[in-house]
């Protein structure tokens, strides 16, 4: 059964820093991942989508970084502001057309 | 393209009533998910369909929870009776199906069951 960890659980950082968030895998047979944002009371937001045959995927100040075969992915958050304060989610897909197996998930704070 | 829709946004009940969610996904998206997400926790996957058609409902409570995709389109998510661990977020997700398959998720209802 595929597991989905994510660690820090919160992490609080200064408006400025370049910062990393880290989840993991426990089945390295993954079709793709998914890094998701959620605000409080809000749906999930798709930040980065990687397929398996990828490494990484950019978007703005955003990089997502795939290791399948040690089952690990990196989100890394380049100059941090206090608009980037959310949840950060991490999801698997274990093959193509199903559900996604979540992580619980990485409260971020970013102080003024 | 317009985004999920889901309604309502918010829904206070007390245990042993009944509660209905809908969803509208996005036009052409054949796949939707329900998912349930705890407060503290990552969403779940309760049921998901493909066009009308139930692919995968192994995690949904049956005696009390219930789902349907008429037209295969809109859908609804049914709890009958309600129970207090039922309090949490129930997000609808679409997603096109196939190889290219990035799901797009709805703003949520929040359950709270007093």
Do not use: M
């Not at chain 1, 809000?42 to 990484?56: A, D, F, H, W, Y």
């Not at chain 2, 996957?45 to 295969?72: H, Y």
């Amino acid at each position: 059964k595929q597991e989905v960890t994510q660690i820090p659980a919160a992490l609080s950082v200064p408006e400025g820093e370049n910062l990393v968030l880290n989840c993991s895998f426990t089945d390295s047979a993954i079709y793709n991942l998914q890094w998701f944002r959620q605000d409080p009371g809000k749906g999930l937001t798709s930040l980065l989508l990687i397929q398996s045959s990828q490494r990484e995927q950019t978007s703005g100040r955003l990089n997502a970084s795939l290791d399948k075969s040690s089952g690990r992915s990196t989100l890394y958050i380049a100059a941090s502001q206090p608009g980037d304060s959310a949840t950060y989610l991490c999801a698997v897909r274990v093959a193509g057309n199903t559900p996604l197996v979540f992580g619980k998930g990485t409260r971020l704070s970013v102080i003024a | 393209e317009a985004g999920v829709a889901q309604s309502p946004r918010y829904k206070i009940i007390e245990k042993r009533q009944s509660v209905a969610f809908w969803c509208n996904p996005i036009s052409g998206h054949a796949t939707l998910y329900w998912y349930q997400q705890i407060l503290g926790q990552g969403p779940k996957l309760l049921i998901q369909f493909q066009n009308n058609g139930v692919v995968d409902d192994s995690q949904l409570p049956k005696d009390r929870f219930s789902a349907e995709r008429l037209k295969g389109v809109d859908s609804t998510l049914k709890i009958q009776p309600a129970k207090l661990e039922d309090s949490a977020v129930y997000l609808c997700a679409a997603s096109l199906g196939g190889d290219y398959n990035e799901q797009f998720f709805g703003p949520g209802t929040r359950l709270t069951v007093l």
